[in-house]
Nanobody, 122 residues
Framework: QLQAYGGGLVQAGGSLRLSCIAS????????VAWFRQAPGKEREFVAS????????DYADSVKGRFTASRDNADNAVYLQMNQLKPEDTAVYYC?????????????????WGQGTQVTVSS
C-alpha cells in the first residue's frame, strides 16, 4: 500500500515536497514514479526513480525544478518541487512497479497511492 502526502496551496515560485510511503512492503526492488492529473486533462508522467540504482527521469515540463529522491531508512520516495507554476496544479500520485526499470506509462504501474492535491496560485 502506498500513501502520498505533502500537497497543499502555494504561491507561484514556491516549493513543496511530496512524500510517498510504502507500508507492508519495501521499495527495494521497485521503480517508483510520480504522475499528476489536472482537471479535464489526462494523467501525465512527472518523474520517476529506480530504487536500486537511483536513476531518475523527468518530464520536460518539470526538469530542473523537480527532484525525485528516496530514503532507505524511511522506505519513502520524495518529490521536491521548486519554482512551482500555476500549471503545476494537479492531483499528484505516486505509483510503483515490481521492476527495476521505471517507465513513463501509467499502465505499467500496479500500485498507486491515493493522490495529494497541489494547488499553485498566481
Amino acid at each position: 500500500q502506498l500513501q502520498a502526502y505533502g500537497g497543499g496551496l502555494v504561491q507561484a515560485g514556491g516549493s513543496l515536497r511530496l512524500s510517498c510511503i510504502a507500508s507492508g512492503r519495501t521499495f527495494g526492488y521497485y521503480a517508483v514514479a510520480w504522475f499528476r492529473q489536472a482537471p479535464g486533462k489526462e494523467r501525465e508522467f512527472v518523474a520517476s526513480i529506480t530504487w536500486s540504482y537511483v536513476t531518475t527521469d523527468y518530464a520536460d515540463s518539470v526538469k530542473g525544478r523537480f527532484t525525485a529522491s528516496r530514503d532507505n531508512a524511511d522506505n519513502a520516495v520524495y518529490l521536491q518541487m521548486n519554482q512551482l507554476k500555476p500549471e503545476d496544479t494537479a492531483v499528484y500520485y505516486c505509483a510503483a512497479r515490481t521492476n527495476l526499470r521505471a517507465t513513463r506509462t501509467a499502465d505499467d504501474y500496479a500500485y498507486w497511492g491515493q493522490g495529494t492535491q497541489v494547488t499553485v496560485s498566481s
